[in-house]
């Protein structure tokens, strides 16, 4: 008895160690609306030189499956709408589907999700009735080949399956998708598979600028927006309306299910009237973005929830109708150049080979607009040393940067040190108009500013401490508790292996 129960604990404790060290990750979705892309192995190419881990596609297209075997990258492939019907009429139609189109690519390809029709709600034939059945099928046949455990089966959703989003303690889902959601929900929780969404804080701002700011929709601003009902501060509408989506699921008590954001990003281009459709906008959304994610920081709503997020999408596809701005998601060309530059892994971004500062060694540092209200600099402040992760110590009293105490002066500590730990760009240094680029180094006595990727002394503490403070400690405490976790197990199974002393 006391063997097995160390068995049990061994086993829960690995569970627990993979879990805990597992982290929020960001992938990539590879449309292919277009008919100038490159060929699948050559897109696969692209991916890995970029890191690119993680892959939303489509469809099952064989091509790209046998393109991606051996890769180690993880592919998200859907049922599309047009096989809905199909799929869930018969169920010999979803086990030859999984028979034909993924056994034999897996698990070379490393498929690790299904989702089963495409915003549905917004489809003119509103095939949603058809999903649940399809989605049942799916996973019967899956489990017919031992599968239903390593990959899980859901269906993306747009954010228009929400009839409130705002506050979003008020979220709540469209009441005339009751008959489909319900039974769709009760599917999730059973089989513990994510809630998908399309989120695209870009569409709030083009149709309501005067409602919803650039810097509010770009992870930029310097204020707050506070929800009524529970005094939850949100400093960006991303988070906003995930945790609307939560508040709306735990509205109807699905208390269990995880968000998954499976589309999101910002077009670099678009029509006349779609101004904010621009190569910086669109660097700004997706770096603020991965670095959000990637920090582990959560939401006001669930500070500290894991959330996998896929930004939409590889490359510009020629083929979509509508305004400009659709066919200009792409991070990259069809001839596989950047359109903009763009860091997955969520440290550090922009190139600083192009920058045109005054220095003699091209270094720069933002620091307070003289011109700004106390007020401004005050909320400014508080959001850089706030949801900006910077470290502020050093303008605390009696610390090296705390004289001269004016805003102007804590403040330029505060904007700098933001700027130089994300990657020196000019984004980085507007705090909405407030922050200045200079080209002489602000810094004084025993108060040092940071330079990018430098290193800031105190004489108070003489300790370093490296840019990105939020993520490297997130690193190193998983680090240290995976380590721990892993000796413990291999100590119970190590003592387990003594107590079962078998004689022949």
Request: glycine share 6%; with cysteine; proline share 5%.
């Amino acid at each position: 008895m006391a063997s097995a129960f160390k068995l049990l604990f061994a086993v829960s404790l690995f569970t627990l160690l993979l879990r805990f060290c597992s982290g929020s990750i960001v992938g990539v979705c590879y449309g292919r609306n277009a008919d100038d892309l490159p060929t699948p192995d050559k897109v696969v190419e692209l991916i890995k030189l970029h890191n690119i881990k993680y892959v939303r596609i489509y469809d099952s297209n064989i091509q790209v499956l046998k393109a991606f075997a051996n890769t180690g990258v993880e592919l998200m492939v859907a049922v599309p709408n047009s096989d809905l019907l199909a799929f869930s009429q018969f169920q010999s139609n979803a086990d030859s589907w999984l028979k034909n189109s993924i056994l034999p690519y897996y698990p070379a390809a490393k498929i690790t999700y299904i989702t089963v029709g495409l915003e549905v709600t917004e489809s003119p034939d509103n095939a949603s009735a058809l999903v649940v059945p399809a989605m049942h099928n799916v996973l019967a046949a899956l489990k017919k080949a031992g599968l239903h455990k390593r990959i899980k089966v859901s269906s993306t959703h747009s954010l228009g399956v929400l009839s409130r989003s705002f506050p979003p303690s008020a979220g709540a889902f469209n009441s005339s998708h009751a008959s489909f959601l319900k039974p769709m929900l009760e599917f999730l929780a059973e089989n513990q598979s994510p809630f998908m969404i399309d989120l695209y804080p870009y569409y709030a701002y083009r149709d309501s600028p005067k409602k919803v700011s650039l810097d509010y929709a770009l992870f930029e601003s310097s204020s707050e927006v506070i929800d009524p009902n529970t005094g939850l501060l949100y400093t960006n509408m991303f988070d906003a309306q995930i945790d609307a989506l939560y508040f709306a699921l735990m509205a109807l008590n699905f208390k269990t299910i995880k968000v998954m954001v499976t589309e999101t990003g910002w077009p670099s281009k678009g029509s006349p009237k779609e101004k904010g459709a621009t190569p910086d906008n669109a660097q700004t959304y997706n770096t603020n973005l991965i670095r959000h994610v990637l920090n582990d920081t959560g939401t006001p709503a669930k500070p500290g929830e894991e959330l996998d997020v896929y930004i939409f999408s590889l490359f510009n596809e020629n083929r979509k109708p509508g305004l400009e701005s659709e066919r200009n998601w792409g991070l990259f060309y069809p001839d596989k150049t950047s359109i903009y530059n763009l860091d997955f892994t969520g440290k550090g971004v922009l190139d600083m080979t192009n920058s045109t500062d005054g220095s003699k060694n091209g270094t720069t540092w933002c620091i307070a607009s003289s011109k700004a209200s106390e007020a401004d600099l005050q909320n400014a402040i508080d959001w850089a040393c706030g949801p900006g992760n910077v470290d502020c110590s050093a303008i605390q009293p009696s610390q090296p940067c705390f004289e001269p105490d004016n805003l102007v002066s804590h403040a330029s500590f505060a904007f700098n040190s933001y700027y130089q730990q994300n990657g020196a760009s000019d984004v980085a240094c507007s705090f909405g108009g407030k922050g200045v680029k200079v080209d002489k180094d602000p810094s004084y006595d025993n108060c040092i500013y940071l330079t990018a990727g430098g290193i800031n002394k105190t004489a108070s503490s003489n300790m370093t401490a490296t840019v990105n403070t939020s993520s490297s400690s997130h690193t190193d405490v998983c680090s240290w508790i995976c380590v721990f976790l892993l000796t413990t197990l291999i100590a119970v199974i190590l003592n387990l292996g003594n107590m079962c002393d078998v004689s022949f």
